[in-house]
């Protein structure tokens, strides 16, 4: 029986045309094997995984191929294609940098570097890891630098270009590898999978994409693994429980107790993430990632460039995205995004995961403060119009437009009792503030003003509304609205001394 080969191995890119996400580099290498300009040096970086040394491999396949294809692309059939892919090639050699990091190694290198391929190819060196040499192995590498004989390549691969010496870094020519996109990570395990006769969900698919964070070669180690324990029927259940993580569902469901006001449902999901053992840390990585996809949802409406998600999924994120305003996602990101750095060191972190969940919940009754200072200057406009105050252009109108269709009224309570008559006719001028409350204020015509009107407004009294279905706790916007009230008692009171 074979031997068994690990999907990243079986499956490595032999040709430019099968590396994924990193084409404006590839176009760049065709055209200097077009041209057979190569640089003496060349210097892959990007982080792991992201295919710097495969990227590496097949150039050098490319440069000493006997049956380069138009679009050079290296043959693979040739005996110098086939002695690279198996690592048997006297012509390419390569160096782990990690394990040969001091001088000596780089003096052998040294010694060899004078004596010329057989065939007449080029020699080249791939040293994986460049950044782990020590000083003094850099700078012997350095003098071949300088002037490595013809037919001799250097190529470099690191994850970490700030620690290779910036003598090293002059002399090469270096690319700057991306992450991969979960989109193209998605799309080239399913063709592995394909190829291997695994079932797998889309939604396991970017599960995998998801954690790899852009890196290739931890989606296949990942797949690996799931697939070894589990078969070939993958379900996102079974990538969960291998990861250790929840499946998305519960962030729904999550969102749907928040809208509903069941804050009960932040204690079961706590001890439902307890009770399986899933990683609370991640957990809160997975909130913090939710929301910024609906924000990003809600931004771009129709078209979210950054989001690849499969259909079902996708449909499910515009039904939550109803659920919030733009203001309270940037809220419970700040929120989630402090609470990442500071769980840890928390005493429980179970109280502390259901605090967060409960203050998420609680947060959905309270009014965006921008919606407050919204009314706030409508409300003052608009006083402001009927004593001939403040002037409204219709270009300015819309700005201080009320916001949606009020489905509750709520009476404010004044204490002390604060009463302030408005009498907007040209003739009075009279504002009078009495000991008891005799006028509400109330701020809902401005909506229905036509905007290529002068904007006229005859009311005698102002009552404020609020859209809230289920306000039970008016104490807060009690609060708040006092302080609405007196700084517009305040205001008043200016205008009256102005008068007199
Ligand atoms: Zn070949």
Do not use: W
């Amino acid at each position: 029986m074979a031997e068994y080969q690990v999907i990243a191995r079986r499956f490595r890119p032999q040709k430019f045309g099968d590396v994924i996400g990193q084409d404006a580099i590839i176009t760049t290498l065709k055209n200097a094997l077009a041209s057979r300009r190569i640089a003496h040096a060349y210097l892959f970086t990007g982080s792991r995984g992201t295919g710097k040394t495969t990227l590496a491999r097949i150039l050098a396949k490319a440069l000493n191929c006997t049956d380069l294809s138009a679009d050079f692309e290296p043959c693979g059939g040739c005996s110098s294609c086939k002695e690279i892919a198996a690592g048997s090639s006297m012509e390419v050699l390569e160096i782990d940098g990690a394990s040969h990091r001091g001088i000596d190694d780089i003096r052998q290198i040294n010694e060899t570097v004078g004596y010329s391929v057989s065939g007449g190819g080029y020699k080249i060196y791939i040293i994986d890891e460049v950044h782990m040499l020590t000083k003094e192995a850099f700078n012997a590498l350095l003098k071949t630098l300088e002037e490595p004989p013809e037919k001799v390549k250097f190529f470099f691969a690191t994850t970490e270009p700030h620690k290779v010496l910036p003598t090293i870094l002059s002399r090469c020519q270096r690319f700057n590898l991306h992450r991969i996109s979960s989109a193209n990570i998605v799309a080239k395990l399913k063709s592995i999978a394909d190829k291997l006769a695994i079932t797998i969900e889309d939604r396991a698919l970017l599960m995998i994409a998801d954690r790899a964070e852009g890196g290739l070669r931890d989606a296949e180690s990942l797949l690996d693994q799931i697939f070894s324990f589990h078969g070939n029927e993958i379900t996102c259940e079974t990538v969960a429980s291998v990861l250790g993580i929840m499946t998305k569902d519960c962030l729904f469901e999550f969102d749907k107790a928040a809208k509903e006001g069941r804050p009960a449902f932040a204690f079961d999901l706590v001890h439902q993430v307890f009770s399986e053992g899933k990683d609370l840390f991640h957990f809160i990585e997975m909130l913090t990632e939710h929301y910024r996809n609906i924000l990003l949802l809600k931004i771009s409406e129709t078209d979210a460039p950054y989001l690849s998600f499969p259909e079902n999924e996708m449909a499910r994120y515009k039904i939550s995205a109803e659920y919030y305003t733009q203001e309270q996602c940037l809220q419970f990101l700040d929120y989630l995004t402090e609470a990442q750095s500071k769980i840890r060191s928390a005493p429980s972190v179970r109280i502390y995961l259901e605090n967060i969940l409960l203050t998420i919940i609680r947060s959905m009754k309270k009014i965006p403060i921008e919606l407050l200072v919204r009314r706030l200057a409508a409300l003052e406009q608009s006083i402001g119009r009927s004593t001939g105050e403040v002037k409204i252009t219709p270009a300015i109108a819309p700005v201080i437009a009320p916001p949606p269709v009020p489905e509750k009224k709520i009476e404010i309570k004044e204490n002390p009792p604060l009463s302030i008559t408005v009498d907007p006719s040209p003739s009075s001028a009279d504002l009078s503030f009495a000991a008891k409350p005799k006028v509400q204020i109330k701020q809902s015509a401005p909506a229905k003003t036509p905007l290529d009107e002068p904007v006229k407004i005859r009311q005698k009294s102002h009552i404020i509304e609020i859209e809230e279905n289920k306000l039970k706790n008016q104490s807060h916007y009690d609060t708040i609205f006092q302080f609405a009230a007196i700084e517009l008692k305040g205001k008043l009171e200016k205008m009256h001394i102005k008068r007199l």
